[in-house]
Structures are given as structure tokens and as C-alpha cells.
């Protein structure tokens, strides 16, 4: 009896999972229903205000490119620090995005802002490569002094059905983390179903992860409100089975300030007032920031402003 | 404007009573919205006005622009400014000539509009045709005004010194109030046959062939965004049109000097430049010219070094 249970009991789960495959199927014309009614709020001057704000201190300035230098990401950094010289009292953003192999750069470069450095692993964006390089992969990030680790899941597993795979990879690289914070990126745009980003939402949030995030930047879809409502649902859901506080991270295609205020919506009225920080919700964007402070610098000189007076980077 | 049409009676049986009902049909009236970006939207705001002719008959209900369907419009045309100041200036000759051709194919519905706004029938026709032959005009100029304006310059070096004229970007321009097609038509012509792309407020008294230009424009190969216009009040929009640091250059074509102060001071901010065309009369040749393309021109001086072979002491 004892024997027969052990086997069918997977030792390597500290949480109680169910079977993924019963996940909650998600009513997908419901869901673009409800996210389009968070367009639909009216938030004007110090509403917009303290919500811009708050915008800009949720974002995680990103660039993941072939072309990146050190140069480039030190840029990037003293924009974080420095979002814009003639506005007073803005906040900065919350973290730099970058590979691992400019860590390093970027954390001197940060110094003691509180700008927190956030890096792709695991092979991204792909995630096609053996575990033991995803791990070796999460484990030089870390050295080299990532607060963050941003992982890719095993699409082509996750559609073959392997679940358990999928759950041991993300669990073995949150191990790998050690403090560092584990946000699972999801690929939504290549999961194809609202059914089957939920099923991966639950089996990151089970299997570790500090925050989940829906998308590489690469891929097209990438974050929507829709596919965003569907796992901001799993993880209001997820609180209530255990009390466990997720994160969430959209990232890929929010570049409008509008957007991003109807995401801060949408955050407040599925998990309320204590996911409205960095702590636990974060936009993953390059060209936000600047539509951002645009937008900002609008409410204080009352005039419609152009990208040539914003630097790039 | 109550037409005959021909009486038919019909036999309606209607609870098993025969009666007779003279039908008659209920003119289907044009809905005048506005252009951005190659649609035609309804104004942001949902405001309308009804602007009447001199017989105090409403002439159609329009849209009354918002400064959000402004910055809509310069959103649309900044996006465009690429793509149109990239073309090869022959391509932006022949779309200007089809818009003639366009512009010809609906006369008689120009025609009637400007009746409908006070013209009398002679006047109406001579500016419709007034306004083919300018966009004529100018579309013959896309390509030749850069040989004209641009100069090859001796310097004092070895340098093949050169200035050629080139687009500013986007312009917003407030149309002339009085005539309504060919006011508009001179005014929007030479800035997009420079390469540029506007947002236009039409005449608040007289919009009707505003939103109809806008329709030929939208049919004939002009990519969207590159011509975008608003229906509204100037007093209500002006400030915004000089106040949008997205905009480089406006065009005020009225004479209030008080607008005309505004427009000075607020386009200092990023150094617009800023065009008067207040005393112009467009009825005659005064109201065509090359250099009404180089009011929205900038000129960018390139020096690209050469060896002196011809002088003394080149050689090879």
C-alpha cells in the first residue's frame, strides 16, 4: 500500500497541485467583454496624474537586443535614474531588463538608486536548450547580481502535454535563483488558447513563481488586456487557495500611457489595492517611459508634446 | 429643399381596411464628418453645429472638432511625414493631379454645395474650376520647385557646397473662412506638394465642401494621414494648432490681429514658422506661386568635401 502510493505521489512537489489538465477553462468572449469595459474609465487630471506616476515607478525599462552594448545599457540606466531632467518629482522606473551578459554593466551603472536589475535566462527567448545550460544560465545571472530573473517556459513541451516537465523546469530554476525574484514568461502569444495560458499560469504559480509575465517582446501577440484579465483571474484565484501573494508582469506592445492606465484598471478591480506597486505588478516596455512623461509634461505646461524634445534612450 | 416626385399611390391593406398613401420619398441627407488619418470619424467630443446660410436655412449639421481630434489629427500626421516626404516627388505629382482629376469628376456635387452656401451659379462654377486647375497647377511643381530653390554655393574651400530645399513636417493651418473650396484647395496644395503633411481647420461658416474635398482626397491614391481635416471653430482650436509642439509650421489665412499675436508668441515655444496669407487674393494669379511651397520649406545646406582638381595646383 505504501509502495503503491509513492509511486503514484510526485515527490518533488512541496505545494499540493492538482492536475493541470482540469484547470479552469476560461470563457473567452466573456473575457474580452470584461477587458474591454476597463477602457472604458474616465481618469483625468490628478487621477491621471498619480496614476502616470505610478506607471512610470511600475515599468521595466527593457532592452534585449543581439545589437546591445555596454554602452547602451549604461545609457539606459541613467535614464531610469534620470527620466526626465525638468520635471520635479517624478519617481523612477523599477527595474532595467536586460541579458545576462550585461548584468554586471547595469548594476554598477545603478549603483545605489534602488533600481532594481532584472535578466532574461534560460536560453531566452526560445528556452530551447538543456536544463542543466538554463540552470548554469540563471546561476551566472545571479553571480553576477540580478535581483530579478526573468525565465522562458518550454512552449513545445507544454503543448505535447508534459505539465510535469514544464513544473520541474520552472521549480529547478526558481531553486537556481536563490533570493533572486523568478518571473515565469509565459509566451502567451504562441500558447494559441485562453484555456492553455491559464493552465500555464497555474503551473508556474505553483511551481514557484514570484511573478508571472506574458510575453518575450519577440513574438506577436504579445501582451493584450484580454490575455492579461486571464492571469490576473488565476492569480486572484491562486490567492484565495493558499494566501500567496504573485506578481504580474505584461510586457510586449503597451507604448501608449492611455493603455497602461487601463491595465492599472484592470489590476485594481480584479486584485485590488495591494498588487498597485512594483512589488507586484511591473510593465515590461521600452517606449512606455516616454509616452509616459509626455503625457506628464502635457498636464504641466497644458501643451501637446513631441517625441524630438524626449531622448531615446 | 423639397423635390417633386413623381406621385404613386399604393393600395395598403391594413387591418382589412383599403386605404390610399401617397408616398414620398424622404431625402437621405449627407452626414458630414470629419478626416483623420484616411478615416472619417465623428468628433471625439460628440458636439455639433449647424452653420445656416444667408436665407437662414441650416445647412447640415457638422462636427464641431475638439482640441483631442487636433491632437488626433497631428498624431496621424505625424505618422505619415515619413512615407509621403519619401516618395519620389514625380509620385507626389501624379496623386496631386489625380486629386484634379477626382475633384473633376464630382463638380457638379461642389457646385450645388456652394450654392447651398450663398454662391451664386456663375461664381460656384468658376471656383470649383478654379480649384481643379490649381491642384493642376501645383502638381506640376512637385518636382520642378527643388532645381528652382536649391543653389550650388562657391566657398572658399575644397568643398562641393550645395542647398536644396526639403519638407518642415507637419503644418497646421487654419483654411480661409470665405472661399470655402478654392481657399482651401490653395492652401493645402503647396504644403503637401512640398512633402509635407497638415491638419486643416476648414471655414466655420462654410464647410461643406471641406468634408466633400476630403472624400476626393480619400479616393485618389493620397495615403492616409498625409491630409487631415477638421470641421470647428477657429476662435475655439486656434491656440491649440500653435500651441502642439508636434507641429512645425502653421498657417493662419485670417486677418485677426489678436490671433495673430497668439500665434507669434505661442509658436516660439519650438520655433515654429509661421505663415500670414491674409491679404491673398486666390481668385487670381497672385494666389499660385512656387513660393508657396518654400513657406514650408527648409533648407539644408550640405558641404561635401572634394579635391580642387581645376584650381591651381591640383592635380593628378
Not at chain 2, 37 to 44: A, I
Amino acid at each position: 500500500m505504501a509502495v503503491a502510493k509513492s509511486i503514484r505521489t510526485k515527490p518533488n512537489l512541496t505545494i499540493r497541485q492538482g492536475d493541470f489538465a482540469l484547470s479552469t477553462r476560461i470563457d473567452q468572449v466573456g473575457v474580452e467583454e470584461r477587458a474591454s469595459r476597463f477602457t472604458k474609465r474616465s481618469i483625468k487630471n490628478d487621477a491621471k496624474e498619480n496614476g502616470l506616476k505610478l506607471v512610470l515607478n511600475m515599468i521595466d525599462l527593457t532592452t534585449l537586443e543581439g545589437k546591445d552594448t555596454d554602452g547602451k545599457v549604461k545609457q539606459l540606466c541613467y535614464k531610469a535614474m534620470h527620466p526626465h531632467d525638468a520635471l520635479a518629482d517624478i519617481p523612477t522606473v523599477a527595474a532595467i531588463c536586460v541579458y545576462p551578459s550585461m548584468v554586471k554593466v547595469a548594476k554598477k551603472a545603478l549603483g545605489d538608486s534602488g533600481i532594481k536589475v532584472a535578466s532574461v535566462a534560460t536560453a531566452f527567448p526560445s528556452g530551447q536548450a538543456p536544463r542543466d545550460i538554463k540552470i548554469r544560465d540563471t546561476k551566472y545571472a545571479v553571480n553576477e547580481g540580478a535581483d530579478e530573473v526573468d525565465m522562458v517556459i518550454s512552449r513545445g513541451k507544454f503543448h505535447a502535454g508534459e505539465y510535469n516537465f514544464v513544473f520541474d523546469e520552472i521549480a529547478s530554476i526558481k531553486e537556481a535563483c536563490g533570493d533572486a525574484r523568478l518571473k515565469v514568461i509565459l509566451e502567451t502569444g504562441e500558447l494559441g488558447t485562453f484555456d492553455k495560458v491559464r493552465r500555464a499560469s497555474d503551473i508556474a504559480m505553483h511551481a514557484g513563481a514570484d511573478f508571472i509575465k506574458t510575453s518575450t517582446g519577440k513574438i506577436a501577440p504579445a501582451a493584450t488586456m484580454p490575455v492579461t484579465l486571464v492571469m490576473l483571474e488565476a492569480i486572484r484565484d491562486f490567492y484565495y487557495k493558499t494566501g500567496k501573494m504573485i506578481g504580474m508582469k505584461p510586457a510586449g506592445g503597451i507604448s501608449r500611457s492611455k493603455l497602461a492606465l487601463h491595465y492599472l484598471v484592470m489590476v485594481k478591480e480584479v486584485l485590488g489595492e495591494d498588487w498597485m506597486s512594483n512589488e507586484w505588478f511591473r510593465f515590461g516596455a521600452s517606449s512606455l517611459a516616454n509616452d509616459v512623461l509626455m503625457q506628464l509634461m502635457k498636464l504641466k505646461t497644458g501643451q501637446y508634446q513631441s517625441a524630438n524634445y524626449f531622448s531615446v534612450d | 429643399m423639397e423635390k417633386e416626385i413623381k406621385k404613386s399611390s399604393l393600395k395598403v391593406s391594413e387591418n382589412g381596411l383599403e386605404k390610399t398613401v401617397s408616398s414620398k420619398r424622404l431625402e437621405v441627407l449627407k452626414t458630414y464628418k470629419i478626416y483623420i488619418g484616411g478615416q472619417f470619424p465623428r468628433t471625439e467630443s460628440g458636439r455639433y453645429y449647424q452653420p445656416v446660410s444667408a436665407s437662414g436655412k441650416i445647412l447640415a449639421n457638422v462636427c464641431l472638432s475638439s482640441r483631442k481630434d487636433f491632437r488626433d489629427a497631428v498624431v496621424s500626421a505625424r505618422g505619415a511625414v515619413s512615407g509621403w516626404s519619401g516618395r519620389a516627388a514625380f509620385n507626389r505629382s501624379q496623386i496631386l493631379y489625380r486629386m484634379a482629376e477626382m475633384l473633376e469628376g464630382r463638380k457638379a456635387q461642389f457646385i450645388d454645395e456652394l450654392i447651398q452656401q450663398d454662391a451664386t451659379k456663375a461664381k460656384a462654377e468658376k471656383e470649383v474650376n478654379l480649384a481643379i486647375d490649381r491642384l493642376i497647377y501645383y502638381a506640376g511643381w512637385c518636382d520642378k520647385f527643388q532645381q528652382l530653390f536649391s543653389a550650388v554655393n562657391p566657398v572658399a574651400s575644397s568643398h562641393f557646397n550645395f542647398s536644396v530645399p526639403e519638407p518642415t513636417g507637419v503644418v497646421s493651418i487654419i483654411a480661409p473662412q470665405g472661399d470655402s473650396l478654392l481657399g482651401l484647395v490653395s492652401v493645402i496644395a503647396p504644403v503637401i506638394a512640398g512633402g509635407n503633411t497638415c491638419v486643416v481647420l476648414a471655414s466655420e461658416t462654410k464647410p461643406l465642401c471641406a468634408v466633400t474635398f476630403a472624400e476626393v482626397l480619400n479616393s485618389s491614391d493620397l495615403p492616409g494621414g498625409v491630409v487631415n481635416i477638421l470641421t470647428g471653430k477657429p476662435a475655439e482650436l486656434a491656440s491649440w494648432f500653435v500651441d502642439h509642439m508636434d507641429v512645425n509650421a502653421t498657417i493662419y489665412c485670417e486677418n485677426n490681429s489678436e490671433t495673430k499675436k497668439m500665434i507669434r508668441e505661442k509658436s516660439a515655444m519650438n520655433l515654429k514658422r509661421i505663415t500670414f496669407y491674409d491679404k491673398i487674393n486666390w481668385y487670381t494669379n497672385e494666389g499660385e506661386s512656387p513660393y508657396f511651397i518654400m513657406d514650408t520649406q527648409e533648407i539644408k545646406t550640405t558641404w561635401h568635401p572634394v579635391e580642387n582638381i581645376a584650381g591651381a595646383g591640383g592635380g593628378y
